[in-house]
Structure formats: C-alpha cells, structure tokens
C-alpha cells in the first residue's frame, strides 16, 4: 500500500451564522474524502458548480479553516488535531 501525501477523511465544515435567536447551519462540504499518493508527482483538480465547497476544502487542508468532522493527514501527520 503506498504511503499517503495527503489523505482527507470523512471532512465536513458547516458555518453558523445569525443570531442567537435566528441562528442558521449552512452545511458547506459533507464527507469529504481523498487521497494522494506520496512519491510521482500529480496535478489534482477540485471542480464543481459555484457555492459547492472547493474553496472551503482549500482552506481547510492548509489550516486557514477548522473542519467541524473528519480527519485531514499530511504525511501521516493529522493536522486538524
């Protein structure tokens, strides 16, 4: 099995907005998971309709957002610990 560049498992993110009394859940990736092998170099494109959650899955996996489940690993190390 080869060893794991980057692995997301089960990521989600979901904001809460509003205030106490009209407080909203927008839910902005649901179980997320991907994988890219360490060693050959590849080119990986998040794609999909505006509003889907790319940015959002940028910024969790270089720390800038906290995912509210999952798990992301990078190089094995869990990084959202």
Known sequence: MAEKLLELKNV???FRIGGM???KKILATDNVSLSIDAGEPVIL???GESGCGKTTIGKMIVGLLTPSSGQI???GSDITA
């Open 12 to 14: 989600s993110k979901v």
């Open 21 to 23: 009394l009209s407080r």
């Open 45 to 47: 494109s998040i794609v």
């Open 73 to 75: 690993f990078y190089n």
